[in-house]
Nanobody, 122 residues
Framework: QVQLVESGGGLVQAGGSLRVSCAAS????????MAWFRQAPGKEREFAAG????????YYADSVKGRFTISRDNAKNTVYLQMNSLKPEDTAVYYC???????????????WGQGTQVTVSS
C-alpha cells in the first residue's frame, strides 16, 4: 500500500501563502488520483483539491477555487498544494489522500497521510 507523508504546514497571517507537500512512497497499481482534504476542529473532513497522476487534470472545491493550486511532480512522487490569499476559515489539518478514481468523498480514498496543521491568523 502506498505511504503518504505530508509536510509544510504552519502559521500564516490572513492574505498570506503557504505550500504543503505530500510525498508518496510509490505508486501502486490502481492509484490514479491524489487529493487534499482538510478538517477543522468540530467539523467533518472536506475535499479541497484533486489531481490525476496521468494527464494532470485538476478539480477543486468551490471554497478554494481561484486561491489554491494542486500540482504534482511524477518523478518525485510528490503532490503539492499551493495556498494563496489564505483566510482564517482555511485553518484546518490538511490531509493527503490517494485513490483509484475521481471523487470528492473521503470514503473513496484508501490511503491517507498523517496530516499537517495549517493555521491562518486574522
Amino acid at each position: 500500500q502506498v505511504q503518504l507523508v505530508e509536510s509544510g504546514g504552519g502559521l500564516v497571517q490572513a492574505g498570506g501563502s503557504l505550500r504543503v507537500s505530500c510525498a508518496a512512497s510509490g505508486r501502486p497499481l490502481g492509484i490514479n488520483v491524489m487529493a487534499w482534504f482538510r478538517q477543522a476542529p468540530g467539523k467533518e473532513r472536506e475535499f479541497a483539491a484533486g489531481i490525476f497522476w496521468t494527464g494532470g487534470g485538476t478539480y477543486y472545491a468551490d471554497s478554494v477555487k481561484g486561491r489554491f493550486t494542486i500540482s504534482r511532480d511524477n518523478a518525485k512522487n510528490t503532490v503539492y498544494l499551493q495556498m494563496n490569499s489564505l483566510k482564517p476559515e482555511d485553518t484546518a489539518v490538511y490531509y493527503c489522500a490517494a485513490g483509484p478514481r475521481w471523487a470528492s468523498d473521503p470514503a473513496s480514498f484508501g490511503a491517507w497521510g498523517q496530516g499537517t496543521q495549517v493555521t491562518v491568523s486574522s
